[in-house]
């Protein structure tokens, strides 16, 4: 990005009225020289990311890290951006104080940079469960202070950088504290063009435009840290393997060095970790079954058949594969990438589903096949693997298994739900460090209440007010284990409830599950009615059902449930309940 351009971005940041339900966006951006342009472009890129809020940008003292970050503590915000540059560690290591480079001064300077690393990593421990933050490691070359050549690694170069790195990994433990990937750093903007000595010594600003620009738009992604895609679906000549299996048989088929066909090999090693993290893996080709399943049969594939699910395999059309895949799924288009060699098949796709990201698999181009499994550990990178996500693929055959040819609202038969021996577990802990259950609430769309997202700091200050509540609901039977799938949050007071937010994955549909979540709300609150913030939103088709299943009258707003109203139409449950933590 130029600076113009960012500069003419700023001003068209939104002014959402006091109803709008989108507050401004909080950032604290916490550096030890001017911020100058990098506040510039950091505001530009944060704009872009949350288009329809307000970015409110502010900055702490020059040289004052500690300072400023210990200001932050209780504010109201929703991200901290920090970024260290070695002379933020000691003066030594930069460029505007004189002295301090002789041999006699290294061991001390390294004795000091580590007591200073330890001592912002305490600080950053309190401040990152409430708000989290966005670090930049060093991005700047060390001086010449150290007595070997330029091109020999010096002893107190390497224990420098040896203090950064253990600094750095015990940061990356904690869930809310984000650090900018070196690596993907150094590709947007090469180290020998990132300091400016004539900047940093005429405006206490270190960095060249390009990089300031660079670095900025990846501490923002940091703050955006947007919910990883849910599922691939993959078309198998070549793209999954190289051949076409119907001509050559399952055996001529191949993804290997030794046949020029190591592109294939490299993307079915990323289709399985992608598997294991909790990735649905799905095939849509244009084949005759059983030679595909022969050819699925080979123990050298490294994506095995069982990581995969559902394989649509027909001579019928790629769009309809899709739907089918989507549908068994139960995820929305926005969420799911489709990859092919095709590019006619390609386009069918997106016409169909112009919400599905389709890329084309590149043949014999083994510098953009790299960039592909680039981009899709983008797309479907996460902070932590939960328990739900190695849970995910089981859960969904389960469901496949089970289905009854009926509404999807209905489901399973009354018999099945009462054979299956399922037990709910509710969780009445007010936990903000829940990532599974914010998770649910900012990427479920189907059962929500009414679409409301939350930044981490904004679902942190939620839960810290005495008046909410939040209960939490996981769920298994004896075909296995769903895990965690619903949340709901309120607050109580003075004999009632108001829900203020309620969600349910998609996996756990037709168990009856929501009517037990409301059961056990009205049983331990011993209220007379609930009210719910209910919005109907696009794709909230299964959530307005329930409540038009609750009420035929219902209505956008404050929907009010009595519980004799409830009771009314709450059909049977065979669930075992299981309360913990219930206050």
């Avoid at 932050?72 to 460029?95: H, I, M, P, T, Y």
């Avoid at 190591?262 to 849509?284: D, I, K, P, S």
């Avoid at 609430?441 to 909410?468: C, I, M, S």
């Avoid at 549909?509 to 011993?526: D, M």
Wanted: hydrophobic fraction near 40%; aromatic fraction near 8%.
């Amino acid at each position: 990005m130029k600076l113009i351009e960012a500069l003419s971005i700023i001003p068209k940041s939104p002014n959402p009225g006091p109803n709008s339900g989108n507050e401004p966006l909080a950032v604290a951006l916490v550096c030890g020289f001017t911020p100058l342009h990098l506040q510039t472009f950091l505001h530009a890129e944060l704009q872009l990311l949350f288009p329809e809020r307000r970015i409110e940008l502010t900055t702490g003292l020059y040289g004052d890290i500690f300072g400023t970050l210990q200001g932050l503590k209780g504010q109201r915000l929703d991200a901290v951006v920090l970024v260290l540059e070695w002379s933020d560690f000691d003066a030594r290591l930069g460029l505007r104080q004189l002295g301090g480079w002789g041999p006699q001064h290294l061991e001390s300077v390294v004795e000091r940079v580590d007591v200073w690393l330890a001592q912002l990593r305490l600080l950053l421990a309190e401040i990152g469960p409430a708000i989290p933050v966005a670090i930049s490691q060093p991005t700047l070359p060390l001086p010449p202070l150290f007595f070997t050549p330029g091109w020999r690694g010096s002893f107190y170069e390497l224990k420098l950088k040896e203090l950064l790195a253990a600094f750095a990994a015990a940061l990356g433990q904690h869930t809310r504290i984000r650090i900018v990937n070196e690596q993907r750093l150094g590709q947007a903007s090469p180290p020998a063009g990132r300091l400016s000595v004539k900047s940093d010594w005429t405006t206490g600003f270190p960095y060249q435009l390009t990089h300031a620009s660079a670095l900025a738009a990846l501490l923002a992604r940091l703050v955006r840290n947007p919910l990883p895609k849910k599922g691939l679906i993959t078309d198998l000549d070549n793209t999954l393997w190289s051949g076409i299996v119907g001509e050559v048989g399952a055996e001529g088929v191949h993804w290997d060095l030794d046949h020029h066909s190591q592109a294939h090999g490299l993307y079915q090693q990323m289709l399985r970790t992608l598997a294991e993290e909790g990735v649905l893996v799905a095939v849509a080709s244009k084949n005759d079954p059983g030679v595909v399943e022969e050819a699925f049969q080979r123990e050298e594939l490294l994506l095995p058949r069982e990581r995969i699910f559902p394989f649509a395999v027909s001579w019928g059309s790629k769009a309809k594969a899709v739907a089918e895949i989507l549908e068994s799924w139960n995820v929305g288009p926005e969420s799911v990438v489709f990859i092919d060699d095709n590019a006619l098949e390609l386009a069918e796709v997106k016409a169909q589903h112009p919400e599905v990201e389709c890329l084309q698999f590149p043949i014999d181009k083994p510098q953009a096949l790299y960039e592909l499994i680039e981009q899709l550990r983008d797309w479907f990178g996460r902070g932590t693997i939960s328990e739900e996500d190695a849970l995910r693929l089981d859960s969904i055959r389960q469901r496949a298994g089970l289905r009854q040819p009926t509404d999807e609202r209905e489901g399973f038969a009354e018999s099945l739900l009462a054979e299956v021996e399922a037990e709910l577990t509710f969780d009445f802990r007010k936990d903000p460090h829940d990532q599974r259950a914010l998770e649910l609430v900012n990427k479920t769309n189907q059962f929500n209440l009414n679409g409301q997202r939350y930044t981490e700091a904004a679902w942190h200050d939620y839960l810290a007010q005495p008046a909410t509540f939040t209960l939490t609901a996981s769920y298994q039977d004896r075909f296995g284990r769903l895990g965690k799938i619903a949340v709901l949050t309120g607050r109580s007071g003075a004999g009632k409830i108001h829900v203020d937010a309620w969600v349910m994955s998609c996996r756990a549909f037709a168990r009856r599950i929501e009517h037990q979540c409301l059961r056990v709300l009205f049983e331990r609150s011993k209220t007379d009615y609930i009210t719910l913030a209910y919005a109907a939103t696009a794709r909230n088709g299964p959530l307005t059902s329930f409540m038009k299943e609750l009420s035929p009258d219902s209505s956008v707003g404050e929907f009010r449930l009595t519980q004799a109203a409830f009771a009314a139409i709450c059909p049977r449950l065979f669930h075992r309940v299981v309360e913990e933590n219930h206050e």
